[in-house]
Nanobody
Framework: QVQLVESGGGLVQPGGSLRLSCVVSGTIRNIRAMGWFRQAPGKQREFVAQISSVGVSNYADSVRGRFTISKASAKNTVLQMNSLKPEDTAVYYC?????????WGQGTQVTVSS
């Protein structure tokens, strides 16, 4: 059984940094991409960043230049978030996408507030 577990969320002041980690247990074959999404209260889930199986990354305009996605290992995806803003407050979810499926974690809360 595949499980994705996010960690690293918390409360941080504007301008601060957090490092989110997504660890996979179980086996996922034919991974196409690993990504991070977020959902703020009252809003739809939105794309944040993605890295493909060959290492090509892309970002939402709102986070480009501040966030960096990377693969610590085949089963660990990291989102480094710098220069955080109050509008980055949301539950952050990681996802792993294959040709046939998409797996999601339960999310980790990020709150940016003074």
């Amino acid at each position: 059984q595949v499980q994705l577990v996010e960690s690293g969320g918390g409360l941080v002041q504007p301008g601060g940094s957090l490092r989110l980690s997504c660890v996979v247990s179980g086996t996922i074959r034919n991974i196409r991409a690993m990504g991070w999404f977020r959902q703020a209260p009252g809003k739809q889930r939105e794309f944040v960043a993605q890295i493909s199986s060959v290492g090509v990354s892309n970002y939402a305009d709102s986070v480009r230049g501040r966030f960096t996605i990377s693969k610590a290992s085949a089963k660990n995806t990291v989102l480094q978030m710098n220069s955080l803003k109050p509008e980055d407050t949301a539950v952050y979810y990681c996802s792993y996408r294959t040709n046939a499926n998409e797996f999601w974690g339960q999310g980790t809360q990020v709150t940016v507030s003074s």
